[in-house]
């Protein structure tokens, strides 16, 4: 008589089914309910992967730093383009002191400014450098983002793989824990041989190993996923995976066009060309002429304190006001500088009427821009090695994307090699049942056909993982999350 039983769960999803929809159907279960506990998010039910995506996407430090720089950059520009206008003060002014021993008192207020009329393109240099570096840290939060959904993607179907492998080892263990009991009862009655007991007796043992390391899969592969959400390790949490998988075709000259033109290294590393491009053309323009508009306009009036009555005068202010230009221009590290002003002053105590003046003046400063040379030389060897590194970056974009698209051939290529060894381990195990059944082997034989058939179950599901990740690996080098979707086709007669 057979004391082989089929009758667990994983023998009836192996039944005889035609096509892939076996396969697709092979691994299929539901998951159980778990309470989430993440800040300004409500509890809910089993992640799905773009829960996972959202969770660590708020949680993430870096990106929170990154969003933070980009406020920053758009101050920036705005004190960029703040340079453009005019700077105004607006002065009130007291005074107060003795001339030939009497007392005196003065009031001024006015307005003062200087506009910039030319200064070489320095400031519009400057107002460019600001936006390239605005949309620098915008392609940068990308880049970061880029990196961590990849990073969440591998954790996730991690998780659901050590899942996926938990429930094959438990399914396992079942079966021959009754195929041992069996055994156990039959070499009590005296049946079988001291030497089967022994061998199955150490396959059983075998099998709790496996069950026990993959209990420890499961813990280890959920934090991993936590922390790649920024997640409290003590909190619980359930993912509803499917692996299944909607096979792609991927075209590496397409990919690599796509990356190219996408990644947000490649953008980045471009803009900071044209960012130092425009330091050289800055450092240049610090060798041509300055010139400013600078100005004054208010009220004042200064007089005696009356000796009769003890108090101040109530005298009206009077305007006064200057306006004039100053410019500057290097030669040689040296500076030549120009003004020519005009001025109408209010009287002072110490004069009877006011005054009115044009002053020119011209100034020579010298070897006091030598740093010109020094910064125009440092401008251009930045921009030298940012090329470069727009040059480096482009060619491991390359590598990247040529390495992801192999793994992703290899993928498919391991999940139809897996697709066929499971089928054909099946077919084994059920001859081998039939020979047990017609007392031909021992129990030890099936159950090591068990065994077999659930490492290349075990090698399906691995080969369904990365056949996710190492498409998730092609997006995160094109620079898209869903540039490839993977997701899986509703069968016919099925609604999304």
């Given at each position: 008589m057979c004391l082989w039983h089929a009758g667990d769960i994983y023998a009836q999803e192996v039944a005889h089914q035609k096509g892939d929809s076996w396969i697709r159907g092979l691994f299929k279960k539901e998951t159980g309910l778990v309470a989430e506990n993440v800040p300004t998010k409500p509890a809910s039910g089993p992640l799905k992967l773009e829960d996972c995506i959202n969770i660590a996407i708020e949680n993430n430090m870096p990106l929170k730093i990154a969003h933070r720089n980009i406020k920053l950059a758009e101050m920036r520009v705005f004190e960029a383009r703040r340079n453009f206008l005019p700077s105004a003060a607006i002065v009130f002014e007291e005074s107060s002191g003795r001339v030939n021993g009497r007392r005196y008192v003065g009031r001024k207020q006015y307005i003062e400014g200087q506009q910039p009329i030319f200064h070489g393109g320095e400031l519009y240099y400057g107002n460019k450098q600001a936006e390239v570096n605005l949309e620098v840290t915008r392609h940068d939060y990308n880049r970061a983002k880029n990196d961590l959904i990849l990073q969440v993607k591998k954790a996730y179907y991690s998780f659901e793989k050590a899942k996926e492998n938990r429930v094959m080892?438990?399914?396992?263990?079942?079966?021959?824990?009754?195929?041992?009991?069996?055994?156990?009862?039959?070499?009590?009655?005296g049946t079988i041989s001291k030497l089967e007991m022994l061998n199955v007796a150490?396959?059983?043992?075998?099998?709790?190993?496996?069950?026990?390391?993959?209990?420890?899969?499961?813990?280890?592969?959920?934090?991993?996923?936590?922390?790649?959400?920024?997640?409290?390790?003590?909190e619980d949490i359930d993912i509803e995976a499917n692996l299944e998988f909607n096979k792609i075709i991927v075209d590496y000259e397409k990919a690599l066009a796509a990356a190219?033109?996408?990644?947000?290294?490649?953008?980045v590393n471009t803009l900071m060309t044209d960012y130092y491009i425009y330091g050289v053309n800055m450092a240049r323009a610090k060798g041509w002429m300055k010139l400013d508009f600078m100005g004054q306009w208010g009220h004042a009036k200064e007089e005696f304190v009356s000796q009769d009555l003890g108090q101040d005068p109530d005298r009206k202010l009077e305007s006064q006001w200057y306006a004039g230009i100053k410019g500057s221009m290097p030669f040689w590290g040296n500076t030549a500088e120009y003004s020519y002003t005009k001025e109408e002053w209010t009287p002072v105590v110490s004069a009877f009427q006011g005054t009115e003046s044009i002053t020119s003046q011209t100034k020579a400063k010298l070897l006091d821009k030598l740093d010109y040379y020094s910064d125009k030389e440092l401008a251009e060897i930045d921009l030298d090695k940012q090329r470069q590194e727009l040059s480096k970056a482009r060619q491991d974009i390359i590598l990247e994307v040529k390495e992801a698209c192999f793994g992703y051939e290899k993928?498919?290529?391991?999940?139809?090699?897996?697709?066929?060894?499971?089928?054909?381990?099946?077919?084994?195990?059920?001859?081998?049942?039939?020979?047990?059944?017609?007392?031909?082997?021992?129990?030890?034989?099936?159950?090591?056909?068990?065994i077999k058939l659930a490492q290349e179950k075990f090698g399906y599901v691995q080969a369904l993982t990365d056949c996710h990740t190492t498409l998730a690996s092609i997006n995160k080098a094109i620079g898209i999350e869903d540039y490839y979707k993977d997701e899986v086709m509703p069968k016919q007669g099925q609604s999304n």
């Open positions: 080892q438990k399914g396992l263990s079942v079966e021959v824990e009754k195929v041992f009991e069996m055994v156990s009862k039959s070499f009590a009655n150490s396959q059983s043992g075998q099998i709790r190993f496996q069950l026990a390391s993959a209990e420890g899969d499961v813990s280890v592969a959920e934090l991993i996923l936590k922390q790649a959400m920024n997640m409290d390790p003590k190219l033109l996408n990644r947000p290294e490649v953008k993928a498919l290529i391991q999940l139809d090699t897996a697709a066929n060894k499971v089928k054909y381990q099946e077919s084994d195990l059920e001859f081998t049942r039939l020979k047990r059944g017609m007392d031909e082997i021992q129990d030890s034989a099936v159950i090591e056909g068990m």
